[in-house]
């Protein structure tokens, strides 16, 4: 399958449609919503195709990416959402859903083991190797390397077929339903993140 890469600037091109629902990732200068801007937002269709929208930091405008975002009948899919969802609100100023997060969806049903990272799940399910070797790299340089932008593409080319799969097992765990009421907290969850609320559980005792 080859796979194609675009780059946008600053919003996604009018009158894309996502009807199998959009995989979604982002890309900032760190992992502190606050301090750390976010640069670049992925989007697949699950087709082997993805889109990158670059952001310079001076402008959040990206209407057609914030319609995408808060469309009710567009599924978006994260692998976990908690921390991008807490992102595109900080930035663009949307709450994201209805969502799906492949890192809940594994915690919930693969309770025979912790390793719930991407690359983990990926190998497992779908017996594909992921590189994480551009992880950590400047993602507000003007210029992408095609290093990073296969990278950043590879965070959201396989997120379908990750749903799929783990749709499958919550399913045979009797565990849909509260996968669904984890997906629909995630927002307030991403909300208390940002309001200094990141390090408390406030269901514990
Ligand atoms: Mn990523």
Same mark, same amino acid.
């Given at each position: 399958m080859g796979t194609k890469i675009y780059l946008h600037h600053g919003d996604l091109p009018a009158?894309? &449609?996502f009807p199998d629902g959009v995989a979604i990732d982002t890309e900032t200068l760190g992992l502190k919503p606050h301090r750390d801007r976010l640069c670049l937002v992925q989007l697949s269709a699950g087709d082997g195709t993805a889109h990158l929208v670059q952001f310079?930091?001076?402008?959040?405008?990206a209407p057609h990416l914030k319609r995408l975002l808060a469309d009710p009948d567009t599924i978006k899919i994260f692998h976990y959402a908690r921390f991008d969802v807490a992102v595109l609100s900080r930035y663009l100023g949307v709450v994201t859903k209805p969502l799906f997060c492949t890192k809940i969806a594994s915690k919930l049903v693969r309770?025979?083991?912790? &390793?719930?990272?991407l690359k983990d799940l990926v190998a497992e399910l779908l017996g594909v190797e992921l590189s994480k070797?551009?992880?950590?790299?400047?993602?507000?340089?003007?210029s992408l390397s095609d290093a990073q932008k296969s990278y950043a593409a590879s965070d959201v080319l396989h997120l379908h077929a990750l749903r799929s799969r783990l749709d499958a097992m919550l399913k045979r765990e009797g565990r849909t339903a509260l996968a669904a009421a984890c997906f629909d907290f995630l927002p307030n969850r991403a909300a208390m993140d940002l309001a200094g609320f990141e390090d408390m559980d406030i269901f514990s005792h």
């Open positions: 009158g894309m &449609r310079d930091g001076r402008s959040y405008e309770t025979y083991t912790d &390793r719930h990272g070797h551009q992880q950590s790299s400047d993602w507000a340089a003007a």
